[in-house]
């Protein structure tokens, strides 16, 4: 079965440096969440899209931003980049029709930031 | 505010036992729904088993069941003939539904699987 997909998978950036994460998610999947996970933690929602719309929003930094476009894949952009902002980045899909809030992960990309 | 909590930070097993993760929820919401998510050492969020809080019937996925107590605000995992497979970190996370698209996670408990 398709998975939800994300590039890169591993990413390495300077302070002061701009990034693009990219998740494609399962077909059929309209909804799309962002979650941050740093060393030794629980993920942190970040923000999460709903038919290319803003549905919800969490601890996203002001720097941080995001969209969904018309083919449903998402990209979450990462601005300034900070020593803090190195963690790893889900990505995960759902679809109401396939069971209640059954959120989909992707691998995640491991942002490190030097 | 909603939040998740699991008092364990690390367990042990021996292969083929039994073990039981805990987790506790606190929420007024009517409405939700809770889960396992597994993360393996490739970091992977791999759902594990889902319980909707309207459904009394406790959740079962093969060697997976739950311990859900509403009243309580209680879900536990319980995994039967554990192997070394199921070592990795669990999570135990809620969805309160409505408006807020958020899963909300605990802080994980650490399942080792002892040979």
């Known amino acids: 079965a398709a998975g939800v997909i994300q590039s890169p998978r591993h990413l390495i950036k300077e302070k002061r440096e701009t990034a693009t994460l990219k998740c494609y998610p399962i077909p059929r999947h309209d909804t799309v969440y962002w979650y941050q996970q740093g060393p030794g933690q629980d993920p942190q929602f970040l923000i999460s899209f709903y038919e290319k719309m803003q549905s919800d929003k969490g601890s996203i930094p002001d720097r941080f931003s995001a969209q969904q476009f018309s083919d449903y894949h998402s990209e979450l952009n990462m601005s300034s980049l900070e020593l803090g902002d190195s963690a790893l980045y889900f990505c995960?899909?759902?679809?109401?029709?396939?069971?209640?809030?059954?959120?989909?992960f992707g691998p995640g990309t491991r942002l490190t930031v030097t | 505010a909603q939040t998740v909590t699991q008092s364990q930070p690390e367990m042990s097993v021996q292969e083929a036992e039994t073990v039981t993760l805990s987790c506790t929820y606190d929420t007024s919401e009517s409405d939700y729904y809770l889960f396992w998510y597994k993360q393996p050492p490739s970091r992977q969020m791999i759902l594990v088993i889902r319980?909707?809080?309207?459904?009394?019937q406790n959740a079962t996925e093969n060697r997976f069941s739950v311990n859900f107590q509403k009243a309580a605000k209680s879900f536990s995992l319980k995994i039967s003939d554990s192997q070394l497979g199921d070592a990795a970190m669990y999570f135990c996370?809620?969805?309160?539904?409505?408006?807020?698209?958020?899963?909300?996670f605990g802080t994980g408990t650490l399942l080792a699987v002892q040979p």
């Open positions: 996370a809620s969805h309160y539904g409505g408006a807020t698209n958020k899963l909300i």
């Open positions: 995960a899909s759902s679809f109401p029709g396939e069971g209640p809030y059954e959120q989909y």
């Open positions: 319980q909707e809080a309207y459904k009394q």
